[in-house]
């Protein structure tokens, strides 16, 4: 089941936000997506996979990241990171769920 949060993703490479892009099919559903601010990253985060790319109209899953809400099952996102202390905070994407979730940022690794 969809969310219908409005949560805002940071990308996992930039951590700059993320805008929420619509995509007009065919299909009766319009699928939304969030994608990087940066109009050079290709990165998007969706609901049902996670982090991904974005390349010629198409999702790009060989860069693909994903972390799992442990609580609901749900995908989590990056919501805030803190340069200061290396940290990133994860949270939960389902509007029910308000799991969240501190892990070490990739640059202190």
């Known amino acids: 089941m969809m969310s219908s949060q409005l949560f805002s993703p940071l990308c996992d490479v930039h951590h700059v936000f993320m805008q929420r892009v619509m995509l007009e ?3 009766e559903e319009v699928r939304s997506f969030h994608a990087c601010e ?5 990165r998007v985060f969706r609901e049902c996979g996670g982090y ?3 390349i010629e109209g198409e999702f790009d899953e060989s860069r693909s990241y994903s ?7 749900a995908v989590l996102y990056l919501a805030e990171v803190d340069h200061w202390q290396k940290v990133e905070t994860w949270e939960c994407a389902r509007n029910e769920c308000n799991f969240s979730e501190e892990y070490p940022s990739p640059s202190a690794r």
Do not use: K, L, V, Y
């Open 38 to 42: 940066r109009r050079d990253c290709a």
């Open 67 to 73: 972390r799992t809400c442990p609580q609901c099952g």
């Open 25 to 27: 099919e065919d299909a």
């Open 52 to 54: 991904s790319d974005w």
